[in-house]
């Protein structure tokens, strides 16, 4: 494991490893290993288990695929028009309540996605595959070619497929094609109250 993905203390290695490239082999994913990502994400916890997340995906060579690769940024579709698929994280935002006359606001809804996001990233890591989070998209466009309500937050187009090697990518981000490293835990836990190192 690259330096610096060395934890602080001891943990399952499933969290170190999974990292997230840009170099894809351009092999269309099968739709049963994506299922299978799917399928993880759909047993993350939420408030109330209300599982508001939402997913639209497209497979490699397929009209769906062109429309969300369409949303990226130029700079991610450089390289995540090599992905084996690509899918977009979405949350309900509001539900209707019995007695309610008002649809009432889902709080938890992006804590819940960024849940479900991480064990179909997780999924996918243990498939040898690999998953990349976008937020690089055409928020504007997204809602209207993939017909997205008002009622539904986008949170990140994720490209998902096998990694192939960093010689595939521009100069420019074969330089980065590598784990990244953490802030230390002391930044980021605190006992007690609020206060943090650095
Ligand atoms: C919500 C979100 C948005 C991101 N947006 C982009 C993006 O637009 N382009 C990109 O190349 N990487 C993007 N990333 C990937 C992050 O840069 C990456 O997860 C982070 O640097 C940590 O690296 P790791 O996932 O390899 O551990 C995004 C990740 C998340 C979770």
Redesign the pocket.
């Known amino acids: 494991m690259a330096a610096a993905r060395q934890p602080e203390y001891r943990i399952d290695p499933q969290f170190t490893e ?3 490239p ?1 170099a894809f082999t351009g092999e269309a994913l099968d739709q049963g290993a994506l299922m299978t990502c799917l399928e993880a994400a759909r047993w993350a916890p939420s408030g109330s288990n209300l599982q508001p997340w939402r997913f639209i995906y497209g497979l490699r060579g397929t009209p769906a695929f062109d429309t969300l690769l369409s949303t990226l ?1 130029e ?2 579709r450089a390289w995540a028009q090599n992905a084996g698929a690509l899918l977009i994280v979405l949350s309900r935002t509001q539900r209707t309540v019995p007695g309610k006359d008002e649809p009432q606001a889902i709080v938890s809804h992006a804590f819940d996605a960024g849940a479900a ?1 991480m064990s179909l990233a997780l999924q996918a890591q243990a498939l040898g595959l690999h998953a ?5 998209f055409d928020r504007a466009k997204a809602r209207e070619v993939l017909a997205v309500p008002e009622d539904h937050a986008m ?2 187009v994720v490209a998902l497929g096998r990694r192939g090697d960093a010689s595939l990518l521009p100069p420019a981000l074969q330089e980065r094609e590598a ?2 490293g953490r802030v230390p835990l002391a930044t980021l836990v605190a006992e007690g109250r609020f206060g943090f190192e650095g």
């Open positions: 999974r990292w997230s840009r940024v700079s991610n996001w990349h989070a976008m937020g690089g949170h990140a784990p990244s």
